[in-house]
């Protein structure tokens, strides 16, 4: 086991850059996670039923690439050998979400008797090895047949459909799961399933390299994060009202957090780039917060911008206990008024910016820049215009080709940078709770496939076992979690063959840019 020999060797040698487990305070978590039609498999088996993903899928992924979750990594069937490797990685939570359509096929009405006992099973499985489970609702998994009855997320009838679901999950699974998070990613499957078209349930309407059937991408972008808001918000008041003080859990909404950074330090760069956070995420931690929209988002957008009555708003206002943030790369912002100009626009044109990747060309088909000042900033950033609330990381990982899989220094360089980040973070007074791995192994990945992957395990698909192999980074993440020191070897080994060293000038010159 030549990988296992090597991150021990290295694990002995103590530099300055080095931390351990024990720097971080007890409470904190670490943690991996996946998502139910990423991981599961198991896709028609047991009643389950088509989400709005499988169709999307089944229908070529709009071009991207090859493959379905039909199968997947099959940790529907695998989930107890899966709970064994993260207990002996030294897990502290697992994030899953449920598959909706496994458990309630139609979306609502009757619950399927074998999702429940799958999801019982998999949570009784985690708790008994000592390992939080920690719960997304709604991973862009809609129900197909709410999608085919009423549009999904575009109709306002979903808010009583998934305050049922989310009632049924927490009466069936509340008194194991203390951490909810009702929507992952509500931004992203907002702007890019509604507004590009890139994501399920594939609706555009402008000009686009997706062909989409339908959608008013100038509307509906805005109309399903309103409606994600106030599904988030019932089922949030639902909690609070019948479950919390029993339970004594958490419930919380997850967003992308996009890292952006002015292109210049031109004063339109500048107020650009707060723009941009605007549109990425005060669009629902504004409501969230505040209980209303930014107001840079209801001057561009106008009166395609749905309304809160001071009802909603009330509703919406406050109802999270925490917010679930998924972080991978970061971008710069141009100033682009020139869009504002534009007669049918979508969001991004709404936003009147220009979005340039910060290292590559930005597709998301190679590594990602490794830029841990930039999500310091950020937080920083959320920290002075939303205050202070608790966060937990839930996804954060590094993308690397299939064929590189086992030797994987690039995950282990990202992680060692981010994990040594959120130690500077706390120590700067962030509200940081909790980190994990995107992804605990090798899964269907949302604009992969399978050709690439972010996994700590390698999964060999070509092996009808689906077997499941340490990377490097499982070996070096396992050694950190068991308090074995971990430390800038790694580093600089990693920076020889990779671009964008995490230097001190860099950080320096972004400090600066923060304040
Ligand atoms: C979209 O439609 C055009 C014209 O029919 C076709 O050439 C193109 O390949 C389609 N794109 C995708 C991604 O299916
Ligand atoms: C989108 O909706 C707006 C507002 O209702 C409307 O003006 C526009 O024509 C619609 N676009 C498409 C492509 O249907
Ligand atoms: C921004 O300003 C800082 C200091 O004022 C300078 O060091 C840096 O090079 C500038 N960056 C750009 C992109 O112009
Ligand atoms: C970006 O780079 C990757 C890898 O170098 C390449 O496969 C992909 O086609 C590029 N995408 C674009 C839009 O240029
Ligand atoms: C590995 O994959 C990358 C990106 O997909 C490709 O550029 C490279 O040539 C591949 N290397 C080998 C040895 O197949």
């Known amino acids: 086991m030549p990988l296992l020999v090597a991150a021990i060797l290295i694990s002995v040698v103590s530099f300055a850059n080095a931390f351990t487990r024990n720097d971080f305070p007890p409470n904190f978590l670490f943690g991996a996670g996946t998502s139910a039609y990423q991981v599961e498999g198991a896709a028609k088996e047991d009643g389950r039923k088509p989400s709005i993903w499988d169709i999307f899928a089944y229908a070529g992924n709009a071009g991207q690439f090859e493959g379905n979750g039909d199968i997947a990594c099959d940790q529907y069937h695998k989930y107890k050998d899966d709970v064994k490797l993260m207990a002996k990685m030294g897990l502290d939570a697992y994030r899953f979400s449920i598959s909706w359509s496994r458990l309630i096929p139609d979306g609502k009405g009757p619950i399927n008797p074998k999702g429940l006992q799958y999801y019982n099973n998999l949570i009784n499985e985690l708790t008994s090895q000592g390992i939080q489970p920690h719960v997304t609702l709604h991973h862009l998994d809609l129900p197909q047949a709410l999608e085919d009855e009423y549009g999904g997320w575009v109709s306002r009838r979903i808010i009583k459909d998934f305050t049922a679901y989310a009632d049924v999950c927490f009466k069936e699974f509340g008194d194991r799961v203390k951490y909810w998070t009702t929507v992952n990613e509500g931004n992203v499957g907002a702007s890019w399933g509604y507004g590009i078209g890139i994501l399920p349930p594939q609706r555009c309407s402008l000009p686009s390299i997706y062909n989409c059937s339908k959608g008013n991408s100038s509307t509906e972008p805005y109309l399903a994060a309103h409606h994600m808001l106030l599904a988030h918000a019932s089922a949030a008041r639902l909690y609070r009202k019948k479950y919390q003080v029993k339970q004594q859990g958490f419930i919380g909404f997850n967003l992308l957090i996009y890292g952006v950074i002015p292109l210049t330090n031109t004063s339109e760069d500048i107020i650009a780039t707060q723009r941009a956070q605007d549109f990425y995420i005060g669009w629902f931690l504004n409501p969230l917060i505040f209980g209303e929209y930014p107001s840079t988002m209801k001057k561009n957008v106008g009166s395609r911008l749905p309304i809160f009555t001071s009802r909603e708003s009330n509703l919406v206002k406050g109802s999270i206990d925490f917010l679930g943030a998924n972080f991978y790369s970061s971008f710069y912002i141009k100033n682009n008024p020139g869009s504002l100009k534009k007669k049918n626009r979508d969001y991004i044109a709404d936003m009147a910016v220009e979005v340039k990747s910060y290292s590559g060309n930005g597709s998301f088909t190679e590594e990602l820049p490794v830029t841990p000042w930039i999500l310091q900033g950020m937080l920083h950033s959320l920290k002075n215009d939303y205050g202070d609330f608790p966060i937990y990381f839930h996804e954060i990982g590094q993308l690397t080709g299939r064929n590189s899989s086992l030797d994987d220094w690039p995950r282990v360089w990202y992680m060692h940078e981010y994990i040594g980040s959120m130690l500077d973070m706390l120590r700067n007074g962030l509200n940081i709770r909790g980190y994990f791995v995107w992804a605990f192994l090798d899964v ?39 308090n074995r020191l971990v430390d800038s070897k790694i580093t600089m080994k990693t920076e020889e063959s990779s671009s964008g060293p995490a230097n001190h000038h860099k950080r320096v010159k972004i400090a600066a840019f923060i304040k």
């Open 444 to 482: 269907f990945e949302l604009l992969n496939g399978f050709e690439r992957s972010f996994g700590l395990y390698y999964v060999h698909f070509e092996d009808p076992s689906l077997r499941r192999q340490p990377k490097l980074s499982a070996v070096w993440y396992s050694n950190f979690l068991n």
